[in-house]
Antibody, heavy 116, light 110 residues
Framework: QVQLVESGGGLVKPGGSLRLSCAVSGFTFSDYYMSWIRQAPGKGLEWVSYISVRSNTNYADSVKGRFTISRDNAKNSLFLQMDSLRVEDTAVYYC??????????WGQGTLVTVSS | QSALTQPASVSGSPGQSITISCTGTSSDVGGYNYVSWYQQHPGKAPKLMIYDVSNRPSGVSDRFSGSKSGNTASLTISGLQAEDEADYYCTSYTTSSTWVFGGGTKLTVL
């Protein structure tokens, strides 16, 4: 079955960097858009970024220029490089299959905490 | 891109029907049929309940239905059950080729 497993979350100081990974299985990774979606503690969902099957990318204004999404089709993996982190980036980050029309599958999320 | 507007909370008794609205603009909800709805129980990942305005994924109960009129999409849950108590989020594709979510609605089953 479809599985998405995020890793790489943790505690980082403001201005620091972190790289999230998402390992997928159960489907042909290279055939699908992939996305990152986050949820601040006690808050709603916020779309962060997607990458197309041809590696075209797009970002929310709140992260543009600071975050970079990428994929490694040979390793069935999705990544999110997060630089210049801010306190307001604190959230659970979900990896999701989709981004073209919908998000049918989600991982369990990884918590990123930005604090001094 | 501003978040889509959803009521903060709705409630209903078991067996009743409720409707959650999701209001955007012509640049998102009104401009595309890529509107989907997600259910999220506490501490869990969101689950897709409705996609492309009114389509249900396999395995989702037919008590869940979706519709759209102009810039407002709606999720209706009929025959409310205790396990429907959760947070619900709408999302829409936008003219900027991005996605925007609603603020979320907490459904309480009385």
């Amino acid at each position: 079955q479809v599985q998405l497993v995020e890793s790489g979350g943790g505690l980082v100081k403001p201005g620091g960097s972190l790289r999230l990974s998402c390992a997928v299985s159960g489907f042909t990774f290279s055939d699908y858009y992939m996305s990152w979606i986050r949820q601040a503690p006690g808050k709603g969902l916020e779309w962060v970024s997607y990458i197309s099957v041809r590696s075209n990318t797009n970002y929310a204004d709140s992260v543009k220029g600071r975050f970079t999404i990428s994929r490694d089709n040979a390793k069935n993996s999705l990544f999110l490089q997060m630089d210049s982190l801010r306190v307001e980036d604190t959230a659970v980050y979900y990896c999701a299959r989709g981004g073209a029309t919908r998000f049918p599958y989600w991982g369990q999320g990884t918590l990123v905490t930005v604090s001094s | 891109q501003s978040a889509l507007t959803q009521p903060a909370s709705v409630s209903g008794s078991p067996g009743q029907s409720i409707t959650i609205s999701c209001t955007g603009t012509s640049s998102d909800v009104g401009g595309y049929n890529y509107v989907s709805w997600y259910q999220q129980h506490p501490g869990k990942a969101p689950k897709l309940m409705i996609y492309d305005v009114s389509n249900r994924p396999s395995g989702v109960s037919d008590r869940f239905s979706g519709s759209k009129s102009g810039n407002t999409a709606s999720l209706t849950i009929s025959g409310l059950q205790a396990e429907d108590e959760a947070d619900y989020y709408c999302t829409s594709y936008t003219t900027s080729s991005t996605w925007v979510f609603g603020g979320g609605t907490k459904l309480t089953v009385l």
